[in-house]
C-alpha cells in the first residue's frame, strides 16, 4: 500500500478504531494493542481503491483481533476478577451529584451493552456509536443486508429488554 493512503486511512479511522476498541475491551492499554495491530496488518496486507471498503476492512480486522484476544485472556482475565474481588476501592475524589449520576447513567449502558452476546454488542455499537451505514455492517460483519437489519433489530430490543429489567430489579 501507498505510504500517503496508510497516513491518510490512519489519520481517518484511528480514534473510531479506538474508541471501538476502548468501548469492546474496556481497556486502554488492550484497545491500544489492538489498535497497532490493526493497522500493522493494513500497511502489510490491504489492497482496496474504495476507502469505504477500507472502513469495513479496517472494523473488521479489529473486531477479529478483539475475538482472539478474548479468546487468549480469559485465564488471566479470572485471575484479574479474584484480585480485584479481594481490593475495596473507594475514591477518594468528591465529584459533583451530576457528574456521579452521569457516570451511573453512562457505566449502567455500558452495562448493559456488555450483557449483549459479541455480535450484537459489536453490531449496536458500530450502527449507534460509530454511525456505520448497513451496507458497511454488511461487508464488516460478513452478512447480508436483511441479516444486518434482523440482527440490529434484535440487539436494539434485547437492550430495550434488559435495560427494563435492570430498572425493574432496582424497583424492587
Known amino acids: 500500500m501507498q505510504k500517503n493512503i496508510f497516513i491518510s486511512l490512519f489519520e481517518t479511522y484511528q480514534l473510531p478504531l479506538y474508541r471501538y ?3 469492546m475491551t474496556r481497556n486502554e492499554e488492550t484497545a491500544e494493542e489492538l489498535l497497532q ?4 496488518r493494513a500497511m502489510v496486507s490491504l489492497k482496496v481503491e474504495n476507502m469505504n471498503q477500507a472502513k469495513a476492512w479496517l472494523f473488521k480486522v479489529a473486531r477479529n483481533l478483539y475475538i482472539d484476544q478474548l479468546r487468549k485472556a480469559e485465564a488471566e482475565e479470572r485471575m484479574l476478577e479474584k484480585v480485584k474481588a479481594k481490593q475495596t476501592g473507594i475514591s477518594s475524589l468528591g465529584n459533583p451529584q451530576q457528574q456521579l449520576e452521569k457516570k451511573w447513567k453512562q457505566k449502567e449502558l455500558e452495562q448493559i451493552l456488555s450483557m449483549l452476546p459479541e455480535r450484537m454488542r459489536t ?3 458500530l450502527r ?8 458497511e455492517l454488511e461487508i464488516m460483519m460478513n452478512l447480508t443486508e436483511s441479516q444486518v437489519k434482523v440482527t440490529l433489530h434484535r440487539a436494539r430490543s434485547k437492550f430495550r429488554q ?3 429489567e435492570r430498572k425493574e430489579e432496582g424497583a424492587d
Not at 449507534?128 to 451496507?135: A, D, S
Open 21 to 23: 476498541l476502548l468501548q
Open 128 to 135: 449507534e456509536i460509530q454511525g456505520f451505514t448497513y451496507k
Open 123 to 125: 453490531i449496536l455499537y
Open 162 to 164: 434488559l435495560q427494563a
Open 37 to 40: 495491530e490493526t493497522f500493522y
